[in-house]
């Protein structure tokens, strides 16, 4: 388990990270998830130790990380880079074996990943030549080349097609399987909740939740309601314990105030006409978002 | 859940900076940049030696008209042209099939008269006057246009290499700073690593490239027959050979450091100005104050000049047997001080993307 510990970042009077501490657990997709300059960059960064915290600790499985200790780790930087010039095979090998893999497995990783992520009519062309979306699928192939035991990504999605999203999807999805803990950032918010187990929510340098997903989605998780019925649903504003959020002729939407008021509606629903849609309304990470770090 | 089985980490320092410096010199090597300016020095130092061939060669003896060939004993290096009159003399030399004649002429102390045509023949008229006898007091000194050839052929190898290699360097460094994949290379080797690496990349390059230059310079004087120029070189160049290498070491580390300074290749000129001139400098006084021996002496013990100043006075024989040992000595202590000031410099700039870092940052951390 990656465990990030009382981060403390200062550029000078300005508090960028604030007493961060979560976990990222082996086997689980971590989405991280928070405003532009919120901090996950700088964090990300001092997990991977490119950037001195002024307080704080990371360890991984209870052993604090030294010089050398992150050649086990994969990380996809927010500024892409790969040497422009240097082939893009040549260059997964490269990297693989800097971070002390023999030359045979590096060329084989570097081959699978090629291949997997789409790439290997363009294998033996410099970096540069490549289009905006294949670099992005080479700068993930560099984070993954090396078998890391650990992956840090900073927003892998970003510049993607819908098709190489999915194929980065999987891939990553693939790593955590076999028990890599995996955390990524991410603007696209419909991707963090359809792919993360668990979610941390960053705003001004400080964390405000960590957790499951499926935890937090109960957590905010209010009686509201959505119903489509045959008939006109005008008479829900006269319920009890019931206030309608929006109302279009055999269309509902509202919040009740208990489980009995949620029953009655719906009993009188099926006594006024046909049922076609009664469904509790679960709301989006958006939503979710917007009300933490409000 | 189990993780995947690690494989075994190759993680020894020596395979990192040998990895790191392999990529440096491959990245060189298919360059075409540095491909074709290999060429053209190899080109230029071809060019020089069969250029020094032709002049050295014995030029043709001029052709001299006499009419009386016996005013010309005991001159063998013209080539007579008998003519039976003085008037066949002067047609021939109006025609310029003779550089000039010789006619005897009573009137005058010698015995005889000189014809040209428009200019003064002044080489056969030193030949036909007397000269006083001549004694050399220091006949094995070195002549003070060889002095300066080889002052020149020191300097401009070790300011060649320092030219072309250092930019190319605090270039090497930019470029991983601005494509930021220097984030990935931190996150897996050391900084000193990657600073080794490089440094020793680029040295092993520029060491490749003047041993070829050496090779290429080396033979063609044997196969021009300039091999008598070799002979007085010998030592002197094995060692120009050592303190070119510790030279170049050290301005390599400079570069290195100073090039991390900087985010941009545009900028790179900004920071490695001053180490520029460490490199123009000490070409610039040893081709001007060659025949100066104290500005020689001072050079040679200057870590920064001593590489061209020292082997310089070895061959014009003006330094005790113990001077390079002591030069060589101070160089290398300078360079290990200055790798670590470089080592400093990129350390503490590598990781700052954006503005210019200042000297003070640098250095301070």
């Known amino acids: 388990m990656l465990e990030i510990r009382n981060l403390d970042k200062r550029y000078g009077a300005r508090q960028v990270l604030d007493d961060v501490s979560f976990d990222v657990h082996p086997g689980r997709m971590t989405g991280f998830v928070g405003g532009n300059g919120a901090g996950k960059t700088t964090t990300m960064r001092i997990i991977l130790g490119v950037l001195a915290a002024d307080g704080g600790t990371v360890t991984l499985d209870g052993v604090p990380l030294r010089d050398g200790g992150r050649r086990r780790f994969g990380y996809m930087p927010e500024e892409r880079g790969l040497y422009p010039k240097m082939r893009v095979l040549e260059q997964l090998v490269y990297l693989a074996r800097l971070h002390g893999l023999d030359t045979a497995t590096a060329t084989r990783n570097a081959r699978e990943l090629v291949e997997r992520l789409g790439l290997s009519e363009r294998a033996d062309e410099p970096v540069e030549k490549l289009s905006l979306g294949n670099q992005q699928r080479a700068q993930i192939a560099a984070a993954l080349v090396h078998d890391p035991e650990v992956l840090v990504l900073d927003e892998p999605f970003s510049g993607l097609d819908p098709i190489a999203v999915e194929t980065i999807v999987d891939v990553l999805a693939d790593r955590a399987a076999s028990g890599v803990p995996v955390l990524f950032s991410s603007h696209q918010l419909d991707i963090v909740e359809r792919l993360c187990d668990d979610l941390v929510i960053i705003a001004d340098g400080r964390i405000r939740v960590a957790g499951p997903r499926t935890a937090l989605r109960a957590q905010h998780t209010t009686l509201r309601y959505e119903l489509l019925t045959s008939a006109d649903t005008a008479w829900l504003r006269e319920q009890p314990g019931i206030d309608v959020v929006e109302f279009d002729g055999d269309y509902a939407l509202f919040d009740a105030a208990d489980e009995d008021a949620v029953q009655r509606v719906l009993r009188e629903a099926t006594a006024r006409g046909a049922v076609l849609s009664f469904a509790r309304q679960h709301p989006t990470l958006a939503q979710i978002f917007k009300e933490v770090v409000q | ?365």
């Open chain 2, 1 to 365: 859940m189990t993780a995947p089985a690690p494989a075994p980490r190759l993680t020894g320092s020596a395979r990192l900076v040998a990895l790191v410096a392999q990529r440096e010199i491959m990245a060189r090597l298919r360059s075409k940049s540095f491909l074709i300016s290999s060429a053209i020095l190899l080109l230029v130092v071809l060019a020089g030696i069969v250029f020094g061939s032709i002049t050295a060669a014995t030029p043709e003896n001029p052709r001299i008209a006499a009419s009386d060939p016996s005013l010309l004993d005991g001159i063998d290096v013209v080539e007579v042209v008998p003519v039976g009159t003085v008037d066949e003399a002067e047609d021939l030399v109006r025609s310029g099939d003779v550089e000039a004649a010789v006619v005897p002429d009573d009137s005058t102390p010698l015995g005889l008269r000189v014809i040209a045509d428009s200019t003064e023949p002044r080489g056969l008229l030193l030949l036909l006057s007397e000269t006083p006898p001549l004694e050399l007091l220091d006949p094995d000194a070195v002549p003070g246009g060889l002095a300066y050839l080889v002052a020149f052929a020191f300097g401009i190898v070790f300011f060649a290499a320092g030219m072309s290699f250092g930019p190319t360097i605090a270039q090497s460094v930019v470029e991983e700073k601005s494509t930021r994949v220097i984030e990935i290379l931190l996150a897996a080797v050391p900084t000193r690593v990657l600073f080794t690496g490089k440094v020793l990349g680029t040295s092993v390059l520029a060491f490749a490239q003047i041993a070829l230059v050496s090779a290429m310079a080396i033979v063609g004087l044997t196969v021009t027959g300039q091999d008598a120029l070799l002979v007085s070189l010998g030592a002197p160049v094995v060692w120009f050979v050592a303190f070119f290498v510790l030279g170049f070491v050290l301005l390599a580390s400079l570069f290195a450091g100073t090039g991390a300074m900087v985010s941009r290749l545009e900028d790179v000129g900004a920071t490695t100005t001053p180490v520029m001139m460490l490199v123009m400098i000490p070409y610039f006084l040893v081709i001007f104050f060659n025949d100066n021996p104290l500005v020689v002496g001072i050079m040679s013990y200057v870590p920064f000049s001593a590489p061209i100043a020292m082997p310089l006075r070895l061959f014009l024989g003006s330094a005790q047997w113990w001077e390079p040992f002591a030069a060589l000595g101070i160089l290398a202590l300078t360079t290990v001080a200055l790798i670590a000031v470089g080592v400093r410099i990129y350390e503490n700039s590598l990781l700052r993307l954006g503005a210019r870092v200042s000297w003070r940052e640098a250095i301070r951390g």
